[in-house]
C-alpha cells in the first residue's frame, strides 16, 4: 500500500489520556476517520485525588492539550455515570473542549450542578438521553446499555462504527439484584455479541478478585440486621453516590424507629440528585442534624460523609468534636459501609482511632462482611462479560498497571483472540488490521493549585514540597549604590531546629557570617546584579545547611539597595 492511500483508509482508534495506568481521572476518545481527518468522541471527562505527594493540590485531572488541538472535531462528550472519576473534570476542561455533552437523566442533574458552579450552564449543550437511548454522532451510533455499579444509572456503550462495534463497559458489575434501577440488560449484551464486537474496552479494578462483586441486597440484610441491635446513636458512613446504599440505610433505621438526618453537603447534593429521578420516595423526611441533637439516641441515625478519613468531611468532624451539632461518644455506634481506598489506609485509620478513643463502637467490612459489596466486576462477572460480548480483542482499563496486566492475561486464559493494555496517551488502532499501538500521545496531569489549573509537578508545588521537607530560609541583603553591605545580613528560619548545644539564634548568626562573606567576596560589577547576589547566597547558605541540618532548605534571598 502507498504511503497516500494509507494516509486517506478510514481507521478506528481507541486512545485514553486518563484511567489507563490508574484507578481515576478516567477520560478515554474513540476516532473515526483517516488519519490527518478523524472525528473524536470522548466517553468520561474525570478527576482523581491528591495525596500527601501533593500538598495542597486535592484535585488532578488529565491534560487535554493533545485533543483540545483537535476540539473542533469532536463529536460530542459522553458521560457514562455520575461518579467524580468519571465527570468531576467537565466543569474545569469543558471549555478547552467545548463539545455537546450527552448523559442520562441522574447524570445530567449532578452534570448541571457543576456547569452551574463554573459559571458554563448556558454555554453548554447537555443532552439528556434516556437509559438505553441510542444517537448517533456522525460516523459513531451510540447505544446505551444498562449496567449494575455502585450509583444509579450507570451505563455501559455499545458503540457501532463503520469499522466495527465497541463495548465500552464504563464501569460495572453484575448485581443480580441492586433495589435501584433495573438489573443489567444481559439480553442486550448478548445480541450485541451475536451481533458482533470487534473490542471490549472493560474495567479492571477487581481482576484480582475471584468470584463475584455480591449484591446490594446482601448489604440491605446485613444492615438491617445490624442496626436493629445497636443501641445509642448510630452513624452511618458511606459514599453519598451510592443511593441504593443510602435507601438501605434509611429503611434499615425506619424499621429500628430511627430517624434519619444526612450529614456532609455530598449527602444533600446527592439525595436531591435522586428523588429528582424517582429514587428514594417512600421514605420519612431527612432530619435537619439542627433538630436531630435533641432525639433521644436510639431514635437518630447520621448518614455521614467522610468514610475515606477525609479531614474536612463530615465524620472526620465528629471524631475530632468540632461538628456543631453532631457529637458521638460512649455507648453510639459508627458503622463503614464501605471500603478502604487504597491510599487511604492512615487517614481512615486515624480517624477510627479518634472514634474509638471517644467510645464509639466502630463497625467495618472486616469484622462485619457483608456490610459492604463493591460496585466493580470481579472474575467470575468478567468471565461472564467476556462470554455474553466475545469480542475480537480485550482492551483492559480502569486499573493500575498490574490490574491492567492480570486482566490481559486473563483475558488470554478466556480465549479472547487479542488483547492489549494501552498506556494513557497510547492511540490504539483498532481496525482494520491487528491491534496495535500506532502513536504516542502527550498526556500528563493538570493540578488544582489554589483555584488554578498548573502543569502536573509545577514549580510552586515542587517549592512547596521541598519547603515541607527542609524548612526555609529568609534573608535579607541590604547593599549601597557601591556594592558594599550597608547593614548586617538579616536571617530568618521556617521549621529549622536548634538545641542548647547549638541554638537556633547561633546557627543563624553564623549563616548570616557565612552571607556576608559571600557577598564580599563578589566582584564589584557581579555586587551590582541582584540574580548574582541572590545565587551566591543561596548556594553558601545551602552547603552551610547541608553542614548544620543535613538538609537543604529553600533560601529565598530577598536584596535591597539603598
Ligand atoms: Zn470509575
Ligand atoms: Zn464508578
Known sequence: MSAMSSNTENELVFLPLGGSNEIGMNFNLYGYGPPDDRKWIVVDLGVTFGDVTTPGVEVIMPDPAFIEEHARDILGIVLTHAHEDHIGAVGWLWPRLKAPLYATPFTAFLLREKLRDAGLLDEVSLTEVPLGGRFQLGPFDIE????????????????????????????????????????????????????????????STNVFVDGEAGSEAGVRDALFELIAGLKGKVAVACFASNVARLDSVVRAAEAAGRRVSLVGRSMHRITAAAKSVGLLQDVQPFVPDTEARHFPPDQVLYLCTGSQGEPRAALSRIADGTHPHVNLGEGDACIFSSRVIPGNEIPIRNLQNKLADRGVRLYTDRDHPGIHVSGHPCRGELAQMYQWARPGIAVPTHGERRHLLEHVAFARELQVPEQLAPRNGDMVRLAPGRPQVIDEVPAGRLFLDGGVLTPENSEPLRERRHAAHNGVLMVSVVLDRKGRLATDVGLRAIGLPGDEEYPLEEALDDLAEDAEEAVRKLGAEERQDDSAVRAAVGRTLKKASQRIWERRPVVETLVTRV
Open 144 to 203: 446505551l446499555v444498562t449496567i449494575t455499579h455502585s450509583i444509579p444509572e450507570p451505563n455501559g456503550l455499545a458503540i457501532r462504527t463503520p469499522a466495527g462495534t465497541i463495548l465500552h463497559t464504563g464501569d460495572w458489575k453484575i448485581d443480580p439484584d441492586p433495589l435501584i434501577g433495573g438489573p443489567a440488560d444481559i439480553e442486550k449484551l448478548r445480541r450485541l455479541g451475536d451481533e458482533g464486537v470487534l473490542a471490549m474496552v472493560c474495567d
